[in-house]
């Protein structure tokens, strides 16, 4: 209630897990989380490559336009399978979000580590360019642009963000 009474609530969040795949009854449930929010902006993030798929994804963007419901693009190790999804950048209401985790492939799928090692991962300058351009063209149909780092190990979320930033404004992009 604070932000939304101060008017600092950006958006909800919701991660679903990689087994939260595709399936018409997913979509309904998406449907109940968002009527439970209340009116509220409600942001999804999958971790199941199956909702990226090309014979589907046509269906799952306009489904979030339809419904209001802000796609996040997300940055994760790739696999060659569904197992994560593909970095797919678009914008499906006027805000658009990115979420960057990391590469960490070596211990993205381990069980029993430390979640932090997950996201151990600094991205190098190379690959923090090749975001500007997604970002730019998805930021021209968004009122409001975010672009939120994850890989939390030992302040490499703040380095890389603080690092885009700059990045971003040798271009004057955004």
Same mark, same amino acid.
């Given at each position: 209630?604070?932000?939304?009474?101060?008017?600092?609530?950006? $958006?909800?969040?919701?991660?679903?897990?990689?087994?939260?795949?595709?399936?018409?009854?997913?979509?309904d449930?998406?449907?109940t989380?968002?009527k439970?929010?209340?009116?509220?902006?409600?942001?999804?993030?999958?971790?199941?490559?199956?909702?990226?798929?090309?014979?589907?994804?046509?269906?799952?963007?306009h489904?979030?336009?339809?419904?209001?419901?802000?796609?996040?693009?997300?940055?994760?190790p790739?696999?060659?399978?569904?197992?994560?999804v593909?970095?797919?950048p678009?914008?499906?209401?006027?805000?658009?979000?990115?979420?960057?985790?990391?590469?960490?492939? *070596?211990?993205w799928l381990?069980?029993? $580590?430390?979640?932090?090692?997950?996201y151990?991962?600094?991205?190098?300058?190379? *690959?923090?360019?090749?975001? $500007?351009?997604?970002?730019?063209?998805v930021?021209?149909?968004?009122?409001?642009?975010?672009?939120?780092f994850?890989?939390?190990?030992?302040?490499?979320?703040?380095?890389?963000?603080?690092?885009?930033? *700059?990045?971003?404004?040798?271009?004057?992009?955004i």
């Amino acid at each position: 209630m604070p932000l939304i009474k101060s008017h600092k609530l950006g $958006i909800l969040v919701y991660q679903f897990p990689p087994w939260f795949q595709y399936r018409t009854r997913n979509l309904d449930y998406m449907l109940t989380c968002k009527k439970l929010m209340q009116g509220l902006p409600v942001a999804v993030e999958f971790r199941h490559g199956s909702w990226l798929e090309s014979d589907i994804l046509d269906s799952v963007l306009h489904f979030f336009r339809k419904h209001q419901l802000t796609y996040i693009t997300a940055d994760e190790p790739q696999y060659g399978n569904l197992a994560t999804v593909p970095f797919f950048p678009d914008a499906t209401t006027d805000i658009a979000y990115f979420r960057f985790h990391g590469r960490n492939k *070596e211990n993205w799928l381990k069980k029993g $580590i430390e979640t932090s090692l997950r996201y151990a991962y600094l991205y190098s300058d190379d *690959e923090l360019k090749e975001f $500007i351009p997604s970002i730019q063209r998805v930021n021209k149909r968004a009122k409001v642009t975010f672009a939120m780092f994850n890989n939390c190990h030992v302040g490499f979320a703040m380095k890389d963000a603080l690092r885009l930033k *700059e990045l971003l404004a040798t271009q004057n992009s955004i």
